[in-house]
């Protein structure tokens, strides 16, 4: 119910780092799954890396050891630092919410509006 607010995109050359910011609400943060997705212009989108449970993430194989996720509990903020940028990491990045069950993340279906990332050679 409570929006999702992503920040931090921008224009980068192939090689650069970016780091994006998903606000969430208090309850959103407390209560739900967050996790990062991306769509490009005529493609699918995908998973970037989502949390699926208490313990553990799912980390797209294109971005391992480029990517990762963090989070500031006092700021209920989820975070995506991407270093190592590569153009075909251009999309517009968003931040997503799940409902938790049982400790294991359900679908992610509460969306926040996204945010351009623009990666050139």
């Known amino acids: 119910q409570a929006p999702l607010v992503e920040s931090g995109g921008g224009s980068v050359q192939a090689g650069g780092s970016l780091r994006l910011s998903c606000a969430a609400s208090?309850?959103?943060?407390?209560?739900?799954?967050l996790g990062w997705f991306r769509q490009a212009p005529g493609k699918e989108r995908e998973e970037v890396i989502i949390?699926?449970?208490?313990?553990?993430?799912k980390y797209a194989d294109s971005v391992k050891g480029r990517f990762t996720i963090s989070e500031d509990n006092a700021k209920h903020t989820l975070y995506l630092q991407m270093n190592s940028l590569k153009p075909e990491d251009s999309a517009m990045y968003y931040c997503?919410?799940?409902?938790?069950?049982?400790?294991?993340?359900?679908?992610?279906?509460?969306w926040g509006q996204g945010t351009q990332v623009t990666v050139s050679s």
């Open positions: 949390t699926v449970s208490y313990s553990s993430t």
């Open positions: 997503a919410a799940a409902r938790r069950i049982g400790g294991r993340c359900q679908d992610y279906d509460d």
């Open positions: 208090a309850y959103t943060y407390r209560t739900r799954c």
